[in-house]
């Protein structure tokens, strides 16, 4: 009887592992499954070492790199004296699960990575640990696959698990009924962010995009997203002088139905490709953090489907460029020039075919099983 074990470190990590577990259990109900994760995880019948809670923390603050020590020697006596899998999987988590696979290797065991580090974006040294620790990547980029086999790491492309999993998209004519929304006006919606900083940072130049926006074309509408872990409480500090229509969970209906997007990067992008929503990216972040980024970024773009395509399809208005006027235009080109909307949803339809259409999960599920033989 095979064993398996889990590792996530994240709310969304949590998700992709228990699909995988799904898969495996589906196909292989005998294999026995335990981990690290959430809820989701735990829905599959798999029992948890430790809730992710204990890893949810993000930083390098003394306390975080000591529970995460902690955490990570727990696991390691467990593996070694008790459990004794055939097989770890981690799942992307890439600081956590870069350092145990140190430990794991030096335990014989194989070991897998779900959703590896994006090193082709920054820090492209961890390549080197992810040779040295990783038996075989499973990567969800198309372009990820060609980039670690060139430094002879085995690697699989299992496809992006949002290809599968993201929901058809919504009735445009019923969402803006339930939403009081006019469907005689064009709908522009706006992403903020999901980060605390990222609304210190965008909000207020979003909302005064909005504004002039308004002024300018009478003929639009709007709406802005709230992330489920932000309160309405802190959403109100920011739209106290704004009407703005606020809808809260219902991201991939609103991304789905809107004439043009707003985003502040992160995977919603690579959501809005797959609709085929024209959007623009617009992002700034502390000055430090920024100049600290220039130095171990990879690649000058920024946005999930332009880095996919290998070309600019999505305006990325970045840093100091964020600003009304920038933001502005983008838009009005996206909603007012036909021939640049028409083009640019075409090259959305270009992102979509690069990610080919596997169930991610089910492609791990069944790379695993050929590695140990069920």
């Known amino acids: 009887m095979k064993k398996i074990f889990i590792i ?59 529970d995460h020590y902690i955490l990570g020697r727990k696991i390691i006596k467990y593996l070694k004296n008790e459990f004794k899998p055939d097989l770890v999987l981690l799942i992307d988590y890439g600081a956590f699960n870069l350092s145990i696979s140190k430990f794991l ?44 086999e060139s430094y002879g790491i085995k690697t699989h492309y299992v496809g992006h698990p949002l ?71 802190v959403y109100k500090k920011y739209l106290k002088s704004s009407d703005i229509k606020v809808i809260k969970g219902e991201n991939q209906a609103l991304l789905s139905v809107s004439d043009a997007l707003i985003l502040a990067s992160g995977t919603v992008a690579l959501e809005a490709a797959l609709y085929q929503t024209p ?28 880095i996919i395509a290998d070309k600019e399809i999505v305006p990325e208005i970045i840093q100091g460029g964020v600003n009304v006027r920038n933001i502005s235009y983008e838009i009005e080109k996206i909603l007012y020039d036909k021939n640049y909307r028409d083009n640019y949803i075409k090259q959305l339809g270009e992102v979509k075919t690069l990610m080919s259409d596997k169930n991610s999960a089910k492609e791990v599920a069944k790379e695993i099983a050929s590695a140990l033989n069920l």
């Open 8 to 66: 996530t470190g994240d709310y969304s990590g949590d998700i992709h592992a228990s699909n995988v577990a799904k898969a495996l259990k589906n196909t292989y109900p005998d294999v026995i499954i335990e981990g690290v994760g959430g809820e989701n995880l735990k829905a599959q019948g798999v029992k948890l070492l430790s809730d992710q809670k204990k890893m949810g923390a993000v930083g390098i603050s003394p306390k975080i790199v000591i």
């Open 105 to 148: 290797k030096n335990t014989g065991i194989k070991v897998y990575y779900y959703i590896p580090p994006q090193v082709w974006a920054s820090r492209k040294w961890r390549i080197n640990t992810i040779k040295k620790n990783i038996d075989e990547v499973l990567c969800i980029f198309p372009f990820e696959k060609t980039m670690y």
């Open 163 to 233: 290809v599968t999993q993201l929901p058809a998209k919504a009735d445009r004519k019923e969402f803006f009924l339930k939403h009081g929304l006019d469907p005689d006006k064009k709908l522009v919606s706006v992403f903020p962010g999901s980060r605390t900083f990222e609304l210190y940072q965008l909000m207020h130049v979003f909302l005064n995009t909005v504004k002039d926006l308004q002024k300018k074309h009478p003929d639009l509408q709007f709406c802005i997203s709230q992330a489920p872990n932000f309160s309405d409480k």
């Open 279 to 306: 959007m623009i990216i617009a992002y700034r972040g502390p000055w430090l953090f920024y100049l600290i980024y220039l130095l171990v970024r990879c690649i000058k773009r920024v946005s999930l489907p332009n």
